[in-house]
């Protein structure tokens, strides 16, 4: 069996290291989707997709590598649209991971199973306040795996976010 999860990952924090880990335990496959792939830096896109893959890549374990495979998810301006054109990039599966109303009612109209995912701290674990933590020099490393630190502090995390 074939699973889906999407995300922004901006950046991958310990909420989604959980989802990944909920979610591949679920199937043999995970198809991991970094939404809005095909968006330019800004402020609540700072990181490319290229970026968040390594970000994960260096967060999970090769247990979790050896079940994923990323594939990067343009954002498109119409939703039906959205899952065709997924269809188009990964690879067929039954199973969608997801929160979001819109997606369980887009998916229910198919043969595609919707498991909601458990949130992990959700008050603190958002990609919003962590990039909010980091740009105003609070304390945010505790909130990612240890592989995105290094990757936000190669890229030089903290400047980008406070010029974007």
Known sequence: MNGLLIGRFQPFHLGHLEALKFASSKVDNLWLGLGSSNKSIEKSNPFSAEERKKMILSSIDDS?????????????????????????????????????PLTDHLYSKRTVRVIPIPFLKRDQLSGTRIRDLIKSD??????????????LENLDGKNRLKIL
């Open 138 to 151: 609070q304390k945010w490393d505790d909130l990612v795996p240890s592989g995105t630190k290094h990757v």
């Open 64 to 100: 979790i590598k050896n079940k994923i495979t990323i594939y990067f998810i343009p954002d498109v301006d119409n939703h039906v649209k959205w899952i065709e054109k997924i269809d188009t990039i990964v690879p067929k599966f039954d199973t969608v991971f997801s929160n979001d």
